[in-house]
């Protein structure tokens, strides 16, 4: 009966973080095109639930850390999102500041240590 219950309690708390992410992508401002992003913490903030390590391991999403993915697919995957397993994040950043994010992600080394 605990464990039931222990399970309903994380999945309500699962469900309540996705949908706080959601809504902090819908409701954010975008910023000009030429504003530069402090991508690591943004990264951190947003993505950094799902893509654990600063998307160097795997998490509740896939590893970004070498991706096997193009350009093209992880900016479309950022603005449009994927049902039920990523939020679409169109209109929280300029195109110019997803650049940026997938500068990041193509930057990504395991850490040292």
Known sequence: MLKLHLKTIV???GASLLCAVVARAQS???APDD???????????TCGFCHSDGGRAAGKGPQLMNSPRDD?????????????AMPAFNGAFTDAQID????YIRALKPREG
Do not use: H, M, S, W
């Open 35 to 45: 504003a530069t992003l402090d991508v690591e913490q943004v990264f951190a903030g």
């Open 72 to 84: 093209d697919f992880i900016r479309n995957r950022i603005k449009q999102g994927k049902q039920g």
């Open 100 to 103: 940026q994010i997938i500068k």
């Open 11 to 13: 999945a309500v708390l």
């Open 28 to 30: 954010a401002t975008p």
